[in-house]
C-alpha cells in the first residue's frame, strides 16, 4: 500500500533538543519575539476556531511594499522557506527528472527530490564551503529542472557574489529554474553578495525564497515567503497546501515585518559575536547566524560539548555551531574550552 521507494527518501534531522541546556543546534534566534507580534499573536489565538485567510492577503501586500516588488513580480507565503522548496519542486519536476543543489547544504533538498520520484544531484562544497558553480553548471542535464542555490550557505556560510552568479545563469539553460535560498539574508554584511530581489527581474526563471523563522524569531510560528516572475509564484500556489500559513503565523509575521528594523539591529550583535567565535575555533567566518568547522569528528565534538551543557549540529563534513548572543557565545566558548579543545 506503500511506495516501495520511500525506504530511499533520508529522513529530515532536527537540532537536538534538552530544555536545561544552550541550544546551539537550529540556528534560531536567542531573543523571544517583539512584545507586539506576541500581542498579535495572542489576539489571533482568540479567533482560532475559525480558518485564516488562505492567500495571507494582507501579509502578502506588506511584503510587496517590504520587497518592493514591481508590476509582473509576487509574492506567497507557506509554512517556512522549506514548505516553498518542496512546493517548487512539485511544481516543476517529474519523476525520473533532475533536482541539483551543493553539498553539504540544506538536508531537505534531497528529500524534497525523492518525494517527487526525482533524482537528487548534489554537487560538493569547494573547500573554502563556496559553492562549486563550474561544477554545477557541468552537472546540468536536459532532466534538470530546478537548481538550488543557498546564499549565505547552509552550513557553511559562505555567499555566492553577484558576479559569480551573473556569470553563472549566462551557463544556465533559460528553462531551468534557480531558486536562491535566502533564509539567513539578514545576517549577511558582505556587500558583493547577490540579492534576491535585484536578480529577479533581470533573469525570468529565478525565484527568492526567504524566512520569519530565523532573524524575526519566530521559528515556531513557521512562515516563510518566496518571491518572483508571477508565473513561478502562481506555480507555487497552485501546488500548496490549503490554509497552510495559521492566522497565528501570519498576525505574528505581519506585526514583526512593521517593526523590522527593530528586529534586525539584533542581528548586529550576532554578526559581532561569530567572528569572535570562528577565530576562537578555527571555524569559517561565515554571513549567517553559525559558524562552520569543516574536516573534524563532529560527533566526538557534539558529544563533549554537551557533556558541558551545550547542543550544537554535527554533520559527517564538520560542526556547525549557531551564534546568537555576546552571552551566549560567552557560555559557548566556556563550555569550549572546558571539553579541552
Request: include cysteine; aromatic fraction near 8%.
Amino acid at each position: 500500500m506503500i511506495r516501495d521507494d520511500l525506504t530511499d527518501i533520508p529522513a529530515y534531522v532536527p537540532g537536538k533538543r534538552n530544555d536545561d541546556a544552550l541550544k546551539l543546534s537550529s540556528n534560531e534566534a536567542a531573543g523571544a519575539p517583539l512584545p507586539s507580534a506576541v500581542d498579535a499573536m495572542t489576539e489571533a489565538a482568540r479567533g482560532i476556531n475559525r480558518y485564516p485567510d488562505m492567500g495571507a492577503v494582507a501579509l502578502k501586500v506588506a511584503l510587496t511594499e517590504h520587497l518592493g516588488l514591481s508590476t509582473g513580480y509576487k509574492v506567497t507565503v507557506g509554512t517556512g522557506s522549506s514548505a516553498l522548496c518542496q512546493q517548487l519542486v512539485t511544481a516543476t519536476t517529474r519523476p525520473g527528472e533532475e533536482v541539483l543543489f551543493p553539498w553539504r547544504s540544506f538536508e531537505a533538498y534531497p528529500i524534497f527530490a525523492h518525494v517527487v520520484g526525482a533524482t537528487p544531484v548534489p554537487v560538493p562544497l569547494l573547500s573554502d564551503g563556496r559553492h562549486d558553480l563550474d561544477a554545477m553548471v557541468d552537472a546540468v542535464t536536459d532532466r534538470t529542472r530546478i537548481i538550488f542555490l543557498c546564499s549565505p550557505n547552509n552550513p557553511s556560510g559562505q555567499v555566492i557574489t553577484d558576479d559569480e552568479f551573473a556569470d553563472f545563469m549566462s551557463r544556465v539553460p533559460a528553462d531551468v529554474i534557480v531558486a536562491l535560498d535566502e533564509a539567513y539574508f539578514e545576517f549577511n554584511r558582505d556587500e558583493s553578495a547577490v540579492v534576491g530581489t535585484e536578480v529577479i527581474t533581470a533573469y525570468p526563471n529565478v525565484i527568492g525564497l526567504r524566512t520569519f523563522s530565523k532573524a524575526y524569531g519566530l521559528a515556531g510560528a513557521r512562515v516563510g515567503y518566496a518571491f518572483g516572475p508571477e508565473e513561478l509564484i502562481d506555480a507555487l500556489d497552485k501546488v500548496a497546501v490549503p490554509f497552510s500559513v495559521s492566522a497565528i503565523g501570519q498576525s505574528g509575521a505581519l506585526a514583526s515585518l512593521a517593526s523590522a528594523d527593530e528586529l534586525l539591529e539584533r542581528t548586529d550583535e550576532t554578526v559581532s559575536a561569530r567572528d569572535r567565535v570562528a577565530d576562537t575555533i578555527g571555524a569559517l567566518r561565515s554571513q549567517a547566524n553559525f559558524v562552520w568547522l569543516p574536516g573534524v569528528n563532529a560527533a566526538d565534538y557534539a558529544s563533549r560539548l554537551a557533556e558541558q551543557g551545550v547542543l550544537v549540529r554535527a554533520f559527517p563534513e564538520g560542526l556547525r555551531v549557531t551564534v546568537t548572543t555576546e552571552d551566549e557565545a560567552d557560555r559557548f566558548l566556556a563550555a569550549w574550552e572546558k571539553a579541552g579543545f
